[in-house]
Structures are given as C-alpha cells and as structure tokens.
Nanobody, 122 residues
Framework: QVQLTESGGGLVQAGGSLRLSCTAS????????MGWFRQAPGKEREFVAA????????SYADSVKGRFTISRDNAKNTVNLEMNSLKPTDTAVYYC???????????????WGQGTQVTVSS
C-alpha cells in the first residue's frame, strides 16, 4: 500500500515563496511518475505539475508555469514543489499524486496524498 505524505503548506503573503514536499512510502518510488494537484474552495481539483521517474521530463499548468518548479529526490523518496511569486489565486489544498505512467499522471493518477493547505494573503 502506498502512502503519500505532504508537508510544507502554510500562510504566506502575495509575492512570497513556499516549498512543498511529498514523501512516499510503501512501494517503489524511483520508477513512478509523481505530480501535484490543487483544489481551491468551491472549485474542482486541478493539475499543477508533474515529473517523470527520472526527473528529466516535467510539465506544468499554464497558471503556474515560470513560477513553480517540481523536482524529485529518488534516494529520499521525495518530490518537491517550489512555489515562487505566489498569488492569492494560488490558495488551495495541494495534493501529491503518484502513477506508474507519466502519460496518466496529469489526468488520472492512481494514488493520492491527504493534502496540505496553502493560503496566500493579499
């Protein structure tokens, strides 16, 4: 059974930065794709960023491109999301996700974390 545990959320002012981390346990990490999603109040969950098993391929939602960076450390079973130039519209619960396929991670990942709250004040 896979467990994904997010950390690093919090309250930050607009223009500030936060770094989210997700640690995976229970199954092999180094050969799977990982991603980040978010869900704002009253809205559907949306894709934020994804990274393939090696870290050489990444993808981002247009709304975060140039501001967010996804990375992974396979030795530590961790995937990170560096968020810069944060806006109030980035306020959401951020979820870590996992799937065997990089082609599926952005649309229908198999495993989810519990989420971590990010609040950006204006």
């Amino acid at each position: 059974q896979v467990q994904l545990t997010e950390s690093g959320g919090g309250l930050v002012q607009a223009g500030g930065s936060l770094r989210l981390s997700c640690t995976a346990s229970g199954r092999t990490f180094s050969n799977v794709a990982m991603g980040w999603f978010r869900q704002a109040p009253g809205k559907e969950r949306e894709f934020v960023a994804a990274i393939n098993w090696s870290g050489k391929s990444t993808s981002y939602a247009d709304s975060v491109k140039g501001r967010f960076t996804i990375s992974r450390d396979n030795a530590k079973n961790t995937v990170n999301l560096e968020m810069n130039s944060l806006k109030p519209t980035d306020t959401a619960v951020y979820y870590c996700a996992r799937d065997l396929s990089y082609n599926k991670i952005a649309t229908s990942p198999r495993d989810w974390g519990q989420g971590t709250q990010v609040t950006v004040s204006s």
